[in-house]
């Protein structure tokens, strides 16, 4: 599996080319706030007819930062390292998904690369996000972090979710440096396009959790009016890990968007 290195940073991808002609728009899947590229389907990741890249953005996953590096606590930043990636790999034609943070980044993307961009996928995200005030005071200091990611997780599913599901879960949120989930929330709470996305003029699906306790179902309501030609779905019993909850429903769903 390849790296990239922009600005310094390091960046894993997985790249599957079943489309080597680039007949095809290439998919580009950018997770969420302490997540990985491993949150999207095996059968996503590896599509037999397109390009796929998904992404593990600077800090995450195997894309971890040198010794001293900052992290990356901007969406204009991240979207910036996956443009130079974009370029770097010569993709004329993008198909992005992005879940919660990461469809924040690839807003930004379509905004930046309006030519590039024919369809958007956005799953639990935000033009604007407010994000819990508990999360950005406490997630830096130690002896309060515990608490911080047991709000987290709590807030990340709906009630209905299996106690499995939400134990292991919240076991992996244990693996998530402080200073990544500080960064990475920090970074959406600054995030503001809603004076900017009504330019995105690609076909876009924005899909929410009913139950999502991190990204109101609001944000998504909002989003779907202010893009001009997005279509909005709310899922029951779903809250913001919609792509585990519901996850044969959902990766069937986003098949079906290429």
Not at 35 to 44: D, K, N, Q, S
Not at 54 to 71: E, K, T, W, Y
Not at 127 to 139: F, M
Not at 225 to 242: D, F, Q, S, T, W
């Amino acid at each position: 599996m390849p790296y990239f290195t922009s600005q310094d940073y390091k960046i894993f991808y997985s790249y599957s080319n079943a489309d080597p002609s680039r007949q095809k728009p290439a998919i580009i899947l950018i997770h969420g706030a302490a997540g990985v590229h491993l949150h999207w389907a095996e059968e996503l990741r590896k599509h037999p007819e397109y390009q796929v890249i998904a992404v593990d953005l600077p800090g995450h996953g195997r894309s971890r930062l040198q010794q001293g590096q900052s992290p990356v606590d901007s969406i204009p930043l991240f979207a910036a390292l996956l443009a130079e990636l974009i370029s770097h790999l010569q993709l004329e034609k993008l198909i992005l998904m992005g879940h919660s943070m990461g469809g924040m980044i690839a807003q930004q993307l379509a905004i930046e690369l309006p030519e590039k961009v024919q369809k958007l996928v956005l799953l639990s995200s935000s033009a604007n996000l407010q994000v819990n005030l508990r999360i950005l005071e406490e997630a830096g200091i130690p002896e309060k972090l515990p608490g911080v990611l047991d709000l987290m997780n709590e807030m990340n599913y709906a009630q209905s979710s299996p106690k499995d599901m939400k134990d292991r879960a919240r076991k992996i949120l244990d693996r998530v440096p402080a200073e990544i989930i500080l960064a990475d929330f920090t970074a959406c709470d600054k995030f503001d396009t809603t004076s900017q996305v009504s330019s995105i003029h690609c076909p876009t699906f924005i899909i929410t959790g009913k139950e999502d306790g991190m990204v109101p179902t609001e944000d998504s309501e909002q989003l779907a009016k202010l893009i001009p030609r997005a279509n909005l779905e709310v899922v029951e019993n779903a809250g913001h890990m919609i792509m585990q909850e519901k996850a044969e429903a959902i990766n069937a769903r986003l098949l079906a968007l290429i």
